[in-house]
């Protein structure tokens, strides 16, 4: 029997319901009600935010695949295409951290792999409340071991990401996951069932109860009752994710198959009828044949189990026995369970019944699109106007003290725990503004970039979104390289709720408007919403994944400064911008007013003029001003020489002292140039009308910033560097 | 010459030192796996690192009963040149073809950076281009890789110069600090009694182009290239 209890356990509506009934022409049964209820949920079907995505740009040139499968794909030349995704496990990693953030990790592998392509790189943005609470500590530890844990396994190098700690993610932290593959162009692979007749093949772990109802769970907040949803998490096997990796490539190959996808979110029964749906036919399937862990499990439990590390796979009845026999070389389990009908139906037997019979456009197509409510944060325009405190009276403490917030912080106590050389491609280091990767063979060589700033999305979010698109994009621009595509993941509170619908909306065409000023189209995402805890949402968290591309290797510009004597040149010209930054946060506790604006042209001119110094080989170092401002900005090259290299710095502008060194205003780069290379660099900035100030030069043993003909921070390398190499390490030593 | 590659289910840099043997060294370079009883005559197996097996129970604990196991062995028995590299060390050291175990590293966290590393002895196969006390910087990446034998042992091992890299400070100087693991005498590299047999932790494969921040291990496959060549 059907009722209100029921329907709300499963996260369905009374409308949602009785257009189930419609659409089907019958009560659906109660696996087929769990079904509905998991492509039904908004995270499988983004009801709630898919009006809005529709304002992304998703084409251009060298767009192979935009939104809609496993993931993006983009043409980076020589018959070679780079696929790659961002997904969330938000919920899961706070529930149990170790498995969730490793399960997330070996979900977002199999989007990449289903599609053709090895996975050559990993990144992850994480956010979690202060490092100050133990409870978020142990939160960090297992995130941190659960991402090291499985990407080490799989040998796919973990190259970069962020790292931020705010209390809104206390008890709601972020673990967005991004993976990056190559594919050549004529091996990819999609989600397709075509060939009626053709067999459908399990392949991989056995089912078991582990993860069901994972989807709708990702589609409601938290309660009281989290302890409870402990057992909905999965747990992960990477050794035979690494032998499905291996297997699965070696059929796609040799050719051997149709169609394949992968059994993520709503696992056997998103795969079965998404690969229906995509190619218009049917699927037919029983559950008897079904590789099982546990005993006596249910069709219901069967149909929803997210067991992780299992592939659904058409073949052809020529080609079969060579793809079992490749899966048998693996030590994996190919199990014929089915084959693909005519009809557009989605079939399920079980115990020689007919457990499920409905229409897969019902089912994955069908789900009402929502148009929700949003209305504007009234405390918006409460913490608007605020009076800026007093500049601090001693800057070398207000300077260390920024470079000791763990958001500012090195993350190495982070990053060493991940492989990030395995594939022995990786050529800037985590720690770098952007990840670069040589392409064995070649001169051209892959960026990317993982960016997202909350702190300006919740107090403007429009303009936090343009500044994440523009800022990841100035991380790559840094290095030299020209972004091609964009994945993001949008992690929001209920969007039931029209402040937080706002905050969406907002972000999103903030999104949509940078990236059609940089001509980058979006290839895919992920929504996360209801990442709130008790009522308590997070504040608006888009992550922004963009890779790029640099014609030569070689020519890649690093963030350390070189040489003694190198000329330090300003890009771009500051603002007094100080709300909205990490500097107010620290000194001050402050997160209101107005944060960094951005102008997106004059942005795009400075990116293309970094871009063409970097390829005529006219700077040695490049480096974004952004979190901490000029001065940390100064400092991370100072760390990132080879040899400590310190810096003598003297600022004209007339604004407030803190703005010129802690301020976040937007499109400034700093680069290094060999003195004989300045005139020449001077005179493009010129020509392409960009503002550059020539500030200092790379000298001495100290950091050595003044305002005018002021001194104001002067600190000796050594001491700068250890308060920022030891932030992280401290808290965990001493209070773990 | 010829280099063959063991390929257990899990191994994962096996890739990397098949790139560096065929496309940096310009030598004849094969996969062999696991499953087969084939060594397909090569003159140099090399043991790559990963996690054979996904090493749930103990690093390398399960590859030591791969069928190839059986090759290997008599291959190491008749003299063969073999080089296990990190996690190759761990099914080396449970094969019991080179003395003692491993430990968890001593901070309890997976450890992958830049470190150096000091060559001990040049008098080996793996060595012999190189000299003796010369200082390499080299990537390290594992969870075991905490060396640990018997007072017993380790005073053979000293006393036959079966060690071959300790962990050191960039100045050569072997200190606790640069001691990342825990590793008793800072080992991090031995080799069997026969000198045929070497057991790395560090990644000489992540170290042999310039591009990536080193080429110093670049030595270790020069040495073994010139031993094996020396003797056709």
């Known amino acids: 029997m059907i009722d209100k209890k029921l329907l709300e356990k499963h996260g369905l509506t009374f409308e949602e319901y009785n257009r189930i009934v419609d659409l089907i022409g019958k009560e659906p049964s109660y696996t087929e009600l769990g079904i509905f209820s998991l492509m039904w949920s908004e995270h499988c079907s983004y009801k709630s935010s898919k009006i809005h995505l529709k304002k992304l740009p998703v084409t251009g040139e060298n767009v192979i695949q935009g939104p809609g499968e496993n993931a993006g794909i983009i043409d980076i030349g020589d018959g070679m295409a780079a696929v790659f995704k961002i997904e969330s496990h938000n919920h899961p990693s706070f529930i149990e951290p170790y498995q969730g953030a490793a399960t997330g990790v070996g979900g977002i592998l199999r989007d990449i792999f289903t599609m053709g392509a090895r996975p050559i790189a990993l990144m992850n943005s994480l956010r979690f409340g202060p490092l100050s609470n133990s409870h978020n500590r142990s939160i960090i530890d297992g995130v941190v071991s659960g991402i090291a ?92 994710e690494k032998l499905l990796l291996e297997a699965c490539l070696e059929v796609m190959n040799k050719g051997l198959i149709v169609g394949i996808q992968d059994m993520g979110a709503a696992g056997l029964t998103c795969s079965s009828s998404e690969m229906a749906s995509n190619s218009g036919t049917g699927i037919e399937i029983n559950l008897d044949l079904v590789p099982q862990r546990e005993e006596g499990m249910t069709p219901y439990e069967i149909m929803l189990s997210e067991s992780q590390e299992r592939m659904l796979l058409v073949a052809t009845n020529k080609t079969v026995k060579e793809v079992q026999e490749i899966f048998a070389k693996w030590d994996l389990e190919a199990v014929i369970i089915g084959h693909v009908t005519d009809g557009n139906k989605l079939k399920v037997k079980a115990g020689g019944e007919i457990v499920v019979d409905v229409p897969v456009d019902a089912i994955v197509n069908s789900c009402p699109v929502y148009n929700r409510q949003s209305k504007k944060p009234a405390c918006l325009s409460r913490i608007r106007n605020i009076n800026l405190p007093a500049p601090p009276e001693d800057y070398n403490k207000a300077f260390l003290l920024v470079l000791s917030q763990p958001t500012i912080a090195n993350k190495e106590w982070v990053y060493r725990q991940y492989d990030h050389m395995v594939q022995i491609n990786t050529v800037f280091l985590p720690g770098a503004g952007a990840s670069l990767l040589r392409l064995k063979g070649k001169n051209r060589a892959l960026a990317l970039t993982l960016d997202g700033n909350a702190v300006y999305c919740y107090l403007d979010p429009r303009t936090g979104g343009k500044i994440a698109v523009a800022e990841a994009c100035r991380n790559l621009a840094c290095i030299g390289a020209r972004p091609l595509g964009v994945t993001n993941c949008l992690n929001f509170g209920n969007p039931e709720k029209p ?205 050595f910033i003044r305002h005018g003909e002021k001194p104001c921070i002067e600190v000796p390398v050594a001491l700068a560097y250890n308060t920022w190499k030891n932030a992280i390490p401290k808290i965990f030593q001493i209070k773990s | 010459m010829k280099f063959g590659v063991v390929v257990f289910p899990g191994s994962n840099c096996d890739y990397d030192t098949f790139h560096v043997l065929r496309d940096v060294f310009d030598k004849e370079t094969t996969f062999l796996w696991h499953k087969d009883h084939d060594l397909k005559n090569c003159d140099c197996i090399v043991l790559p690192g990963g996690f054979s097996y996904g090493d749930y129970l103990r690093s390398g604990a399960i590859a030591r009963f791969s069928p190839l196991i059986q090759e290997i062995t008599e291959f190491a028995q008749k003299g063969g040149i073999i080089l296990g590299i990190c996690n190759g060390f761990q099914v080396l050291l449970e094969l019991g073809l080179i003395p003692g175990v491993m430990l968890r590293n001593k901070n309890l966290k997976f450890l992958c950076q830049h470190i150096h590393i000091r060559i001990e002895n040049d008098q080996t196969p793996f060595t012999r281009s190189s000299k003796a006390g010369q200082i390499l910087k080299i990537p390290i990446a594992h969870f075991d890789g905490n060396y640990y034998a018997t007072p017993e042992t380790l005073v053979e091992l000293k006393k036959n110069d079966q060690i071959v890299f300790r962990y050191s400070d960039p100045d050569g100087s072997i200190s606790e600090m640069a001691n990342v693991n825990g590793s008793m005498e800072n080992i991090a590299g031995l080799m069997n009694l026969d000198r045929n047999v070497l057991g790395m932790m560090p990644h000489p494969e992540r170290a042999s182009e310039a591009l990536l921040g080193s080429a110093d291990g670049k030595i270790i496959f020069e040495s073994i290239i010139d031993y094996i060549e020396s003797r056709k």
């Open chain 1, 149 to 240: 844990g499985y990407g080490n396994c799989m040998g796919v190098p973990t190259v970069g990401g962020e790292i931020y700690f705010h209390d809104s993610y206390a008890l709601n932290p972020l673990v967005n996951v991004f993976c990056l593959g190559i594919a050549e162009h004529d091996k990819i692979f999609y989600a397709k069932a075509e060939g009626t007749g053709n067999p459908v093949l399990y392949i991989g772990s056995k089912t078991g109860r582990d993860g069901i109802h994972g989807a709708t769970m990702a589609s409601a907040e938290f309660g009281e009752d989290l302890e409870e949803k402990r057992p909905n998490v999965q747990v992960g096997d990477p050794f035979k």
């Open chain 1, 499 to 703: 402040e937080i619908m706002w905050q969406f909306i907002e972000t999103v065409e903030g999104i949509a408007e940078a990236c059609k000023a940089f001509s980058i189209p979006v290839t895919g995402g992920n929504v996360s919403f209801y990442n709130e805890t008790e009522g308590a949402p997070i504040s608006p968290t888009p992550v922004l994944g963009i890779v790029g591309i640099v014609d030569d290797v070689h020519k890649a510009v690093s963030q350390g400064f070189k040489n003694e004597g190198d000329i330090i040149l300003l890009l771009g010209k500051t603002k007094e911008e100080l709300n909205g930054t990490v500097y107010l946060r620290a000194l001050h506790g402050k997160e209101e007013g107005i944060p960094p604006q951005i102008d997106l042209a004059a942005e795009k001119k400075v990116q293309d003029f970094c871009i063409e110094a970097a390829a005529k080989k006219l700077i040695a170092s490049a480096n974004d001003i952004s979190e901490g401002g000029l001065a940390v900005c100064l400092a991370e090259s100072v760390f990132s020489a080879e040899a400590f290299l310190g810096c003598e710095v003297s600022l004209k502008d007339s604004i407030r002292t803190d703005a010129l060194f802690f301020g976040e205003t937007q499109s400034r780069i700093i680069v290094t140039v060999e003195p004989e290379n300045l005139d020449t660099v001077l005179d493009l900035a010129g020509k392409r009308d960009i503002p550059i100030t020539r500030i200092g030069k790379v000298n001495g043993q100290k950091i």
